[in-house]
């Protein structure tokens, strides 16, 4: 089963100062951080706050060349969480034809974000991710899941949705 989920915001991990994709449902009961690199963050970044580059970037390009080729973007998937890393599927549509690629996480949701797309999170993703860790890293990652269900658009910063 798909869990259905918005981007709550993007932030930077207290702990390793890395960026985080915070994915929220609709109905605000499951949270899911997911680690991504900063040029994967910028490209995020970029589209939430709806910034313009004097040349297309690489979410951009891909945009126009779907549509160029009558291709839409249905929805992306967050699919499986294998060795502490995400795997996502971008669904398309071309001709009455949908397809899946293979993509990782951040890209699916840059170009989520550019196509007003709907994101889903498989609900074992949600399961594994919650169960994931070794029982020293439990406490730290409940404190965790706990501080991100609980962060209010100040904690997020400027990258809010």
């Known amino acids: 089963m798909e869990v259905e989920m918005?981007?709550?915001?993007?932030?930077?991990?207290?702990?390793?100062?890395?960026?985080?994709?915070?994915?929220?449902?609709?109905?605000?009961?499951?949270?899911?951080?997911?680690?991504?690199?900063?040029y994967e963050a910028n490209a995020?970044?970029?589209?939430?706050?709806?910034?313009?580059?004097p040349r297309p970037m690489t979410h951009d390009l891909i945009k126009v060349l779907l549509m160029g080729l009558e291709t839409s973007i249905k929805k992306v998937v967050v699919s499986e969480l294998k060795d502490d890393t995400f795997y996502a599927l971008i669904?398309?549509?071309?001709?009455?034809?949908?397809?899946s690629i293979d993509s990782r996480p951040s890209d699916a949701l840059a170009l989520a974000l550019r196509h007003d797309c709907p994101i889903y999170v498989d609900d074992r993703v949600l399961q594994s991710s919650k169960n994931s860790n070794t029982v020293s890293e439990k406490v730290s990652n409940e404190e965790l899941r706990?501080?991100?269900?609980n962060l209010n658009d100040e904690d997020l910063g400027r990258y809010k949705m």
Do not use: F, H, Q, Y
């Open 91 to 99: 669904w398309l549509e071309r001709e009455g034809r949908l397809m």
């Open 146 to 149: 706990k501080w991100l269900e």
């Open 44 to 53: 995020i970044a970029l589209e939430i706050e709806k910034v313009t580059t």
């Open 6 to 38: 918005k981007i709550r915001g993007l932030m930077m991990d207290p702990m390793t100062n890395m960026p985080i994709v915070v994915l929220k449902d609709l109905s605000g009961d499951s949270v899911l951080p997911i680690w991504v690199g900063i």
